[in-house]
Antibody, heavy 119, light 113 residues
Framework: QVQLVESGGGVVQPGRSLRLSCAAS????????MNWVRQAPGKGLEWVAVIWYDGTNRYYADSVKGRFTVSRDNSKNTLYLQMNSLSADDTAVYYCARQDTAMVPPDSWGQGTLVTVSS | DIVMTQSPDSLAVSLGERATINCKSSQSVLYNSNNKNFLGWYQQKPGQPPKLLIY???TRESGVPDRFSGSGSGTDFTLTISSLQAEDVAIYYCHQYYSNPLTFGGGTKVEIK
């Protein structure tokens, strides 16, 4: 079955960096676009970034553009999110979610990893 | 950016009764080339990731009970739970995937009356 497992979250000081990973299994990873979506504590869902199935295109939310970088390694079935210049506003659970094509929404989500930005 | 506005913020419904959630997008999410609305609905229970219920505004995801239905077109959409069950207590989000940035509604919390 489809499995997405995020890792790399934790407590980090403002201004520092963190890299999240999302390990995929149970499907052909290289066939799917992948998204990062975050959810601040007690808040709604905020899309962060998407990377196409082959890595050729990437798009970001304005709130993270220039600070976050999404990447993937299809040989390792793994998605990444490099987060730099973190601030308290980035505190959230970060989910990875697969998306078959742009014609359909993300259909499978991981359990999420919590990132807390605090001094 | 397309802004998604849900109403109400919360609602309490008796078991077996109908629950209706509305969602309005700031611009049309109807993709003219295939006449499909790029609008989805998610259910999120506490401590869990979102679960896709509906896509293309009215197509149920595989395995989703048929008491869940979606309707609407263009900018106005509705999620209906025809007969609320205890396991339907959750927050429901509408979502547009018509254009980047992808955006979500603020959520509607459904509880048992």
């Amino acid at each position: 079955q489809v499995q997405l497992v995020e890792s790399g979250g934790g407590v980090v000081q403002p201004g520092r960096s963190l890299r999240l990973s999302c390990a995929a299994s149970g499907f052909t990873f290289s066939d799917y676009g992948m998204n990062w979506v975050r959810q601040a504590p007690g808040k709604g869902l905020e899309w962060v970034a998407v990377i196409w199935y082959d890595g050729t295109n990437r798009y970001y939310a304005d709130s993270v553009k220039g600070r976050f970088t999404v990447s993937r390694d299809n040989s390792k079935n793994t998605l990444y999110l490099q987060m730099n210049s973190l601030s308290a506003d980035d505190t959230a659970v970060y989910y990875c979610a697969r998306q078959d094509t742009a014609m359909v929404p993300p259909d499978s989500w991981g359990q999420g990893t919590l990132v807390t930005v605090s001094s | 950016d397309i802004v998604m506005t849900q109403s109400p913020d919360s609602l309490a419904v008796s078991l077996g009764e109908r629950a209706t959630i509305n969602c309005k997008s700031s611009q049309s999410v109807l993709y003219n080339s295939n006449n499909k609305n790029f609008l989805g609905w998610y259910q999120q229970k506490p401590g869990q990731p979102p679960k896709l219920l509906i896509y293309w505004a009215s197509t149920r995801e595989s395995g989703v009970p048929d008491r869940f239905s979606g309707s609407g077109s263009g900018t106005d959409f509705t999620l209906t739970i025809s007969s609320l069950q205890a396991e339907d207590v959750a927050i429901y989000y509408c979502h547009q995937y018509y254009s980047n940035p992808l955006t979500f509604g603020g959520g509607t919390k459904v509880e048992i009356k």
